[in-house]
Structure formats: structure tokens, C-alpha cells
């Protein structure tokens, strides 16, 4: 049966999770202040074992600029030194995959800024990802026949507004390894998937 290693650092929790075939082995979650990279190892080491994998699955974004490098880079050491295949699942795909079926569902990923990131799925089709502020979806939700709303973005960012919410019962990368098992065409490659570019203060320049 194939074990699968699914690693998630696009948020701002870290986690690792192992199954077998549709069955979870393992599973952890812990929140890093600092020195996100640096942790990563012995998290996956505690999930791990001495366990054998056949594949690794990693999350490649929307979400922390820093964590989606941070997990990546990782992903593809361990592909390299273990010799196991690496994929990518989007945060996007990972959430919707996690609930039961609906007509309309529009996915939240925590942008931490005056946004969120948002992909709707039309009966199971993704639309173009975008950015929304708590405005564009007010008014999405005024709509006669508003989307049902899922995801780590909805709260506190919406709080106050009245919606239709779906909950998993997943987190992290135990929704990738669901997708997964799921569906495996919902697998891409292990490349980052950001929505705008990074936020990034360069250095003021040395005097001369």
C-alpha cells in the first residue's frame, strides 16, 4: 500500500502528517515564533519514525511567503536524499477537498494582511484564484444565491458578516494527504502557487 508524507508550512502553523493508503499513521502540528526551518526536521522525524514513504506531498501556497520556501526547499531535499517523488497540492485544493461536495464553494486562505486569498469551485471546478477584500466579499455574500465559505480565512476576517460556513475535520497537511487519496490528479508540481508577489523591505544602501 502507498505511505505517503505530506508536509504543510504554507500557514502559520507547521505540520506533518503520515497515511497509508486512506488511513493516517501520524500526525503533528506545532507553532513556530522563530527559526521556522531549523524546527522542521524533528517535526517530520517524530511523524516519520522508522517508517518508509513512497511519496511526498507538500503544500505549495497560497499563503506565508516564508513558509511556502521554507516547506518546499525541505520537500525537495528529502525527495532527493530518499529518492521518493515529490508533488505539490495548493492550499485552494487541499480545503476544498476536505468537505462534503457542494454546487458553489469558495475557498479563504489567510493572507494576514486587508485580504484573502480566494478560488471558487463551480460543481467541482476550480476558478481563477484572486485576492478579496472583506468589501469584495460582502457583496459576493449579498448575491441571491451566495457561495458557501470554507477555509482558514473566514475568522476572524469575517466575523460580524453572515455566511454558510463548511468545516473540516482536517488541518494542515492531513488535508493534503486526503486530497491525495482522495484524487491523485489533484496533484501538481512542487513549484510555489502565490497569488501577488511577496511583501519584501529591502536594506537601506551603505553610505558613501
Same mark, same amino acid.
Given at each position: 500500500m502507498v505511505k505517503v508524507l505530506s508536509i504543510d508550512t504554507a500557514?502559520?502553523?507547521?505540520?506533518?502528517?503520515l497515511w497509508e493508503k486512506d488511513r493516517e499513521l501520524s500526525f503533528k502540528e506545532k507553532s513556530f515564533e522563530r527559526d521556522q526551518a531549523a524546527h522542521l526536521?524533528?517535526?517530520?522525524?517524530?511523524?516519520m519514525g522508522q517508517q518508509k514513504i513512497d511519496q511526498i506531498l507538500v503544500n505549495v501556497g497560497p499563503g506565508s511567503?516564508?513558509?511556502?520556501?521554507?516547506?518546499?526547499?525541505?520537500? %525537495?531535499?528529502?525527495s532527493i536524499g !530518499?529518492?521518493?517523488?515529490? +508533488?505539490?497540492?495548493?492550499? *485552494?485544493?487541499?480545503?476544498? #477537498?476536505?468537505?462534503?461536495?457542494a454546487e458553489d464553494v469558495?475557498?479563504?486562505?489567510?493572507?494576514?494582511?486587508v485580504d484573502v486569498f480566494a478560488r471558487r469551485f463551480l460543481r467541482g471546478i476550480p476558478q481563477e484564484p484572486q485576492?478579496?477584500?472583506?468589501?469584495?466579499?460582502?457583496?459576493?455574500l449579498?448575491?441571491?444565491?451566495?457561495?458557501?465559505?470554507?477555509?482558514?480565512?473566514?475568522?476572524?476576517?469575517?466575523?460580524?458578516?453572515?455566511? %454558510?460556513?463548511?468545516?473540516?475535520? !482536517?488541518?494542515?497537511?492531513? +488535508?493534503?494527504?486526503?486530497? *491525495?487519496?482522495?484524487?491523485? #490528479?489533484?496533484?501538481?508540481p512542487p513549484l510555489p502557487f502565490y497569488i501577488r508577489e511577496a511583501d519584501v523591505t529591502y536594506a537601506a544602501p551603505p553610505c558613501t
Amino acid at each position: 500500500m502507498v505511505k505517503v508524507l505530506s508536509i504543510d508550512t504554507a500557514g502559520w502553523d507547521y505540520s506533518v502528517a503520515l497515511w497509508e493508503k486512506d488511513r493516517e499513521l501520524s500526525f503533528k502540528e506545532k507553532s513556530f515564533e522563530r527559526d521556522q526551518a531549523a524546527h522542521l526536521p524533528q517535526l517530520v522525524k517524530e511523524v516519520m519514525g522508522q517508517q518508509k514513504i513512497d511519496q511526498i506531498l507538500v503544500n505549495v501556497g497560497p499563503g506565508s511567503f516564508t513558509g511556502i520556501r521554507v516547506g518546499i526547499a525541505f520537500a %525537495k531535499g528529502l525527495s532527493i536524499g !530518499w529518492n521518493v517523488p515529490l +508533488k505539490g497540492i495548493d492550499s *485552494f485544493i487541499a480545503t476544498y #477537498a476536505s468537505i462534503e461536495p457542494a454546487e458553489d464553494v469558495l475557498v479563504l486562505i489567510e493572507a494576514r494582511r486587508v485580504d484573502v486569498f480566494a478560488r471558487r469551485f463551480l460543481r467541482g471546478i476550480p476558478q481563477e484564484p484572486q485576492s478579496l477584500t472583506r468589501k469584495d466579499l460582502e457583496k459576493i455574500l449579498g448575491s441571491p444565491n451566495p457561495p458557501l465559505l470554507t477555509g482558514n480565512g473566514l475568522h476572524p476576517f469575517l466575523d460580524g458578516v453572515i455566511f %454558510k460556513e463548511a468545516a473540516s475535520s !482536517w488541518r494542515g497537511a492531513q +488535508k493534503l494527504a486526503n486530497a *491525495f487519496f482522495m484524487n491523485s #490528479a489533484f496533484v501538481s508540481p512542487p513549484l510555489p502557487f502565490y497569488i501577488r508577489e511577496a511583501d519584501v523591505t529591502y536594506a537601506a544602501p551603505p553610505c558613501t
